[in-house]
């Protein structure tokens, strides 16, 4: 009898070691097969979390039960990066206290805060109708002296980390911040010298990385706009005659030559019919464009023509015959190739 009752002890000592490791297993044991991202919606609700996580994971059935034992009702919305090897029991504890993986945001060469807006929402929780609502707000454009169009100079093109459930207000908000550290000591010693402000600076920029994308270009750009400007030149620009069309036509409207009906345009954007600059920038120059700016080449050009011989490149001249001679080039390989608009 003692040996039969050793036996059945055993057995059920066997038995409840194998449900423990089994149990234990479920919940501590290796359940992400494979590194994945996880996005936790605001609407979302457990059951619609666990779908998201089933495919990934070798125990999907243990998920709710660990929350239903931890007594978790909601899950905070985030993006959550689930790694190999995660057990439920680490899911459930990250999603528990919020603990998202921040994700690198970039952007570059956007012309209106609508583009930018619209770039950014493909990559953050909120939608693009927020982000201009807060970069609007009258408030924040009062106290940074910004307008509804200029307010686009605080966007230094960059890479940037995040929370993808990052507000309107608080994406903004570190962007101007990282724009006052952008605007250090040296750059400014620089546009002070220039007799500019950081507006004046960032709008000439925009006008420059317009005209060129080649970097070894856009310093005699600069310089050749600035000497323009020092000497009460208008700066006639085509780039910002083609915001202004843009601005009548639509942003979609596109435009591959300006004519001379252009040039009568009454836009204060028209910098042929307006001296100096332009109200605000016409675009989001790069870091390169607006250093090009402090940093320009001297020299004696006032005038640049498209190089027919090394396209991308610019012909420059300091006498207008010498101007005239590469423009009439220009306009006659325009004609020639169909480039009317």
């Given at each position: 009898m003692k040996?039969?009752?050793?036996?059945?002890?055993?057995?059920?000592?066997?038995?409840l070691s194998v449900i423990s490791y089994t149990y234990y297993q479920n919940i501590f044991g290796s359940a992400?097969?494979?590194?994945?991202?996880?996005?936790?919606?605001?609407?979302?609700?457990?059951?619609e979390i666990n779908k998201k996580i089933t495919p990934y994971s070798n125990k999907p059935d243990y998920f709710l039960w660990v929350i239903s034992k931890k007594n978790i009702k909601k899950i905070k919305p985030g993006r959550y990066i689930l790694k190999k090897g995660m057990s439920n029991n680490d899911i459930v504890?990250?999603?528990?206290?919020?603990?998202?993986?921040?994700l690198t945001i970039s952007f570059n060469n956007q012309d209106t805060l609508e583009k930018f807006a619209g770039r950014i929402a493909k990559q953050i929780a909120i939608d693009s109708i927020?982000?201009?609502?807060?970069f609007k707000d009258k408030k924040f454009l009062k106290e940074n002296n910004l307008t509804a169009k200029s307010v686009l100079q605080i966007c230094i093109p960059n890479s940037y980390q995040f929370y993808w459930t990052v507000s309107g207000d608080q994406f903004r908000d570190k962007l101007l911040q990282e724009y006052k550290r952008f605007w250090n000591k040296d750059r400014l010693e620089k546009a002070k010298a220039l007799g500019m402000s950081i507006s004046e600076v960032i709008?000439?920029?925009?006008?420059?990385?317009?005209?060129?994308?080649?970097?070894i270009e856009r310093p005699i750009v600069a310089g050749l706009y600035l000497n323009r400007l020092k000497n009460g030149w208008p700066l006639q620009a085509d780039p910002t005659v083609i915001y202004a069309i843009k601005e009548l036509k639509g942003q979609n409207y596109v435009v591959k030559r300006v004519l001379?009906?252009?040039l009568e345009i009454d836009s204060p954007y028209n910098t042929y019919k307006y001296r100096g600059l332009p109200p605000s920038l016409i675009s989001m120059p790069d870091i390169n464009a607006i250093d090009a700016v402090l940093n320009y080449t001297k020299h004696n050009y006032y005038y640049m023509c498209v190089d027919l011989k090394n396209f991308g490149y610019h012909k420059f001249a300091s006498k207008l015959s010498e101007h005239n001679k590469n423009a009439r080039e220009?306009?006659?390989?325009l004609s020639k190739n169909g480039v009317n608009r």
């Open positions: 040996n039969k009752l050793s036996i059945v002890a055993g057995i059920v000592l066997v038995i992400i097969k494979e590194d994945t991202i996880l996005f936790v919606y605001a609407d979302n609700d457990l059951n504890n990250m999603l528990r206290i919020g603990d998202q993986t921040a927020t982000i201009l609502t807060s709008t000439l920029a925009s006008i420059v990385q317009k005209e060129t994308a080649k970097n001379n009906k252009d220009y306009q006659r390989w």
